[in-house]
């Protein structure tokens, strides 16, 4: 079955602290592979997506992605971490770019 | 601006009292799908649409129905709202075809408490 799988619900960083979020997915064939984030109250803005080619994809806002075939994973990477970059955070993927299977979202609490 | 566009943005109603969300796409999108989210849930898909008069069950259907006359419209019909349908709704639309422009695009979401 087809499934995308975001292990961590919460998770606290310090601001200026490296950031990784883990999105792990299970689909017969390599899916489209997309980060979305959803600030409070808001809709959701895409951060970046991977269709093919090179594995490591920059987005906007300082953020970036690594596409790890054997892992089946596309972890969220930031450097510096913002207080602005507090927020929920979605992985999502699908065979196409328009009809997605969403994780759980995982939420992002940044502290002083 | 290209934009998806959803009415209203909050509502609050009681159980039984049919109502409609209303989404709007600017961009001529052949596709376009309703969404719920609920905490721990992520998002779900409801209702999808590739084009007029084609419409489909997502993930959730049940208690809800939607329509697809014109391209850019595709409104979300509760027609018995339940309290367990209190969620916030989101609207997307895409283009119909599978390359490295292709996205979703989300509307600002409409927050529904059914009382």
């Known amino acids: 079955a087809q499934s995308v799988t975001q292990p961590d619900i919460h998770i606290t960083v310090s601001e200026g602290a490296s950031l990784e979020l883990r999105c792990n997915y299970s689909y017969g064939a390599t899916p489209y592979l997309f980060w979305y984030v959803q600030s409070p109250g808001q809709g959701l803005q895409l951060l970046l997506k991977y269709f093919s080619g090179d594995t490591l994809v920059q987005g906007i806002k300082g953020f970036e992605a690594e596409f790890k075939r054997s892992q089946s994973s596309f972890n969220l990477r930031k450097p510096s971490v913002h207080w602005s970059d507090a927020a929920e955070y979605f992985c999502?993927?699908?065979?196409?770019?328009?009809?997605?299977?969403f994780g759980k979202g995982t939420s992002l609490l940044v502290t002083p | 601006e290209a934009q998806v566009t959803q009415n209203p943005r909050y509502l609050i109603t009681v159980t039984g009292k049919k109502l409609t969300v209303t989404c709007s796409q600017n961009?001529?999108?052949?596709?376009m799908s309703w969404y719920r989210q609920d905490p721990g849930l992520g998002l779900r898909q409801i209702y999808y649409s590739m084009n007029v008069e084609v419409t489909d069950k997502g993930d959730v259907p049940e208690g809800y129905k939607v329509s697809r006359k014109e391209k850019r419209n595709f409104p979300l019909i509760l027609e018995s709202p339940s309290p367990n349908q209190t969620s916030l709704y989101f609207c997307a639309s895409s283009p119909l075809r599978r390359d490295k422009n292709t996205e979703a695009f989300f509307g600002q979401g409409t927050r529904l408490t059914v009382v």
């Open positions: 999502a993927v699908g065979l196409s770019g328009y009809a997605l299977n």
């Open positions: 961009m001529n999108h052949e596709y």
